[in-house]
């Protein structure tokens, strides 16, 4: 069974910084795409980025101006890093993994139990 086990949530005040950090045991975190998906009070879990095991990103077009999702494969870590935060982006962030597991197309996914952050105004 894949764990996967986010940390660096936290609370920060408007405009500071925050990087979230999601890893593994084994290398599943280096063989697969991770993305990070987040709560935010009131609505549903929205993807916020992925990056692919070629380290490409991508971002939900209302944060790519802030995030920033990068892969240490030495580390086997998978970071997010969140700068210029906004009260708005307070919330639970989960790390998330999806891989295919066999010729007919059959996925499993996994989530990590999810960091707090929380952004005061």
């Known amino acids: 069974q894949v764990q996967l086990v986010e940390s660096g949530g936290g609370l920060v005040q408007a405009g500071g910084s925050l990087r979230l950090s999601c890893q593994a045991s084994g290398r599943i975190i280096n063989n697969n795409a991770i993305d990070w998906y987040r709560q935010t009070p009131g609505k549903q879990r929205e993807w916020v980025a992925t990056i692919t095991t070629g380290a490409s990103a991508r971002y939900a077009d209302s944060l790519k101006d802030r995030f920033t999702i990068s892969r240490d494969f030495a580390k086997s870590t998978v970071y997010l890093q969140m700068n210029g935060l906004k009260p708005e982006d307070t919330g639970v962030y989960y790390c998330?993994?999806?891989?295919?597991?066999?010729?007919?197309?059959?996925?499993?996914?996994?989530w990590g139990q999810g960091t707090q952050v929380t952004v005061s105004s």
């Open positions: 998330h993994l999806e891989r295919v597991v066999n010729v007919e197309g059959a996925k499993v996914t996994f």
